[in-house]
């Protein structure tokens, strides 16, 4: 699998379908009702893009009045992450980096969320291991991946091949990465088409 680079063209037409199907929305939904975030808890945003996860989740640092939380974000596109600070304030700590290189100490992150990424990563296990490697004990991933679907493989043509996985051979994948508590969640019924787009995981280091 030759990994698509998401240059400027790509970022564009990223925007558009994601757009029309409301992911931005359906994301801030699940991000404000279902995933707990605390007072001083350091979370990463791992392949950002645009910023869709990052937005939401400043959006819910404000509306719940949390302090102390920090916002780490990378993505390995210089044109995603030009995107990036055009749609999220200043407040988060953002890098250019390879999932497969992350250069975060052992256990920092109370947090890992990351969407619509993995997918392009040819070695996924050591991506899920270096997440596990950044969470604090008990520290907790949101993945949301695409579902393998004849609708994805139509809708992603434009953006090189995902390899999506199903819920079961995913969660295969992240407790032999030594992650636990695998669990899926549906997107919100504000959001319910999403569902038909992609599956959100849960697990905890
Ligand atoms: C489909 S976009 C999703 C972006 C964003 N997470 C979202 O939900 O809108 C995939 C992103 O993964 C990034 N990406 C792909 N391979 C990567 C890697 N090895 N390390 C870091 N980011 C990567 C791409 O640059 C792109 O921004």
Redesign the pocket.
């Known amino acids: 699998m030759s ?1 698509i680079i ?1 240059d400027n063209t790509v970022c564009k037409r ?1 925007k558009i379908l ?1 757009n029309a199907f409301f992911y931005p929305h359906g994301i801030r939904d699940f991000v404000q009702k279902r995933i707990p975030i605390k007072n001083n808890d350091k979370i990463l945003d ?5 910023g ?2 990052s937005k939401a989740i400043l959006e819910k640092v404000k509306r719940e009045r949390l302090t102390g939380v920090e916002q780490h974000a ?4 210089a044109d ?1 992450l030009d995107a990036f600070r055009e749609r999220c304030d200043d407040n988060v700590h953002l890098q250019q ?4 290189q992350l250069p975060y100490k052992d256990g920092v992150f109370d947090l890992i969320v ?4 993995l997918e ?2 040819p070695d996924i296990e050591n991506a899920l291991v270096s997440f596990r490697r950044c969470l604090k004990p008990g520290g907790k991933t949101y993945v ?1 991946m695409s579902r393998k679907s004849a609708l994805n493989d139509v809708l992603f043509l434009p ?1 090189g091949k995902p390899r999506c996985y199903s819920f079961p051979k995913f969660k295969n994948l992240l407790i032999r990465a030594g992650f636990r508590d695998v669990n899926k969640h549906n997107f919100p019924p504000t959001s319910f088409w999403l569902n038909a787009w992609g599956i959100i995981v849960e697990a905890v280091r």
């Open positions: 990994p998401y990223y994601v791992a392949g950002c893009g645009y869709i996860l990378f993505d390995i596109s995603m980096l390879d999932v497969r990351t969407s619509a990424m392009y990563v949301f953006f």
